[in-house]
């Protein structure tokens, strides 16, 4: 079964323990869902800027923190179904009935008191954040400094485990699955809408025979057909459209599972293509491949997207890109790093990426395919469905 176990919860503080030590920090704190997640395995239920939360890592120490009354029984299911590495959380009342909790009212001194019980008074401490409940805490703390870092931060979440990278596969083979039934589910006629709707049903019916008590998602699931599929996020007017004979469609899978996200996306044709779709559909499975293989260790991060650039540049179509060629995927699906065509820093083994150059063609339609890539010497690609074009024709 495809979970995440202590031995990743090590393996992430671990890594804020250096990040500390290099930067002469004595905690961290986070008040972002993201961060609370990587540090906890908890999956936040809530919009912080709604119903703030807090975590405290102090350096070589138990994370402590705070969330909202509501996300109150979600931490029970899962500590009693041993998914979460934190022991001490308190929780705040969002209304004033009763006196069973502090009030959001009470949040600085909350938070005052968690720090103060956590030894950081005098402390340098890094944040992703200092919204005003923790600037009132802080201001009420002797020598508290609190040094802004969420840039800093997301290099924590560039290297994966291999439990991580495990549950990503899983999440792969599903999502190939899927491109299947898409396989055997296009037609002209068809609404597009129903068609996404039905393939994200069979998603999780399948998703609960593999996987049966897991945490599992489907982020988003749509198809961009005909002359819409131009625009990589389509027209805005999906609702009604039809697939018509001739289409390209470009179909966008992204799964959760278990605190993960990858992705897989795929070009179809629903007819025979004319000589100028198969022409770029070619182009943008030669850049695909070409972005996947790479992912190598110590090359830098643009190496990615400068290799499907270079495609396109030699077959005359760099005029028709209008995005970056991937981003990082992990606990978000546009992870860190997000500035892939201009990152110059050394790949790094088990960062995993997405690979998805796309070109488009006002009036005929987008060409995309996307795989998930694990870096390593050799790059992993972790989504199996076919890319060949003949197999990509649905008559």
């Not at 002359?227 to 805005?236: K, Q």
């Not at 697939?243 to 599972?257: K, S, Y």
């Not at 943008?284 to 499907?308: C, F, L, M, S, Y």
Request: proline share 6%; aromatic share 8%.
């Amino acid at each position: 079964m495809p979970l995440l176990t202590h031995a990743v919860r090590d393996f992430r503080a671990e890594q804020m323990n250096a990040f500390m030590d290099a930067r002469g920090l004595d905690a961290l704190i986070f008040t972002s869902a993201h961060f609370f997640e990587f540090a906890t395995n908890f999956p936040t239920d809530v919009e912080p800027w709604e119903r703030p939360i807090m975590l405290v890592v102090p350096r070589n120490g138990k994370p402590v923190g705070f969330l909202n009354e509501l996300s109150q029984n979600l931490f029970r299911f899962q500590k009693e179904q041993g998914r979460i590495w934190i022991d001490e959380v308190s929780f705040y009342a969002e209304h004033p009935v009763g006196q069973r909790m502090p009030v959001r009212s009470h949040l600085p001194e909350v938070a005052n008191e968690i720090m103060r019980s956590a030894g950081l008074a005098g402390a340098r401490v890094g944040v992703d954040g200092v919204p005003g409940f923790l600037r009132a805490a802080g201001a009420n703390l002797s020598g508290l400094i609190f040094l802004p870092s969420a840039e800093e931060l997301r290099s924590l979440r560039w290297v994966k485990h291999e439990e991580e990278i495990e549950v990503m596969r899983a999440a792969c083979e599903l999502s190939d699955w899927l491109q299947e039934r898409y396989r055997e589910n296009i037609r002209p006629g068809r609404l597009v809408q129903e068609l996404d709707m039905q393939m994200t049903s069979l998603f999780l019916e399948e998703g609960a025979l593999r996987f049966p008590g897991e945490n599992l998602e489907m982020l988003e699931c749509f198809t961009l057909s005909g002359p819409a599929s131009a625009s990589p996020h389509g027209n805005g007017a999906r609702c009604g459209y039809r697939i018509q004979e001739g289409d390209v469609l470009v179909n966008i899978i992204v799964p959760r599972l278990n605190g993960l996200v990858i992705e897989n996306e795929r070009t179809w044709f629903a007819g025979k293509p004319s000589d100028d779709q198969r022409r770029y559909y070619e182009i943008a499975r030669e850049a695909n491949e070409a972005a996947a293989h790479a992912a190598v260790t110590g090359q830098p991060v643009k190496a990615i997207d400068k290799a499907a650039l270079r495609v396109f540049e030699r077959a005359g179509c760099a005029d028709l890109v209008c995005h970056r060629t991937g981003h990082g995927m992990g606990i978000l699906g546009h992870e860190f790093p997000d500035d892939m065509a201009f990152n110059e820093r050394p790949l790094l083994t088990n960062e995993v990426y997405s690979a998805e150059p796309g070109i488009y063609v006002y009036g005929l339609g987008g060409f995309r395919l996307d795989d998930t890539v694990v870096v390593g010497p050799e790059p992993r690609i972790l989504t199996k469905a076919s890319r060949r074009i003949e197999d990509q024709i649905v008559l």
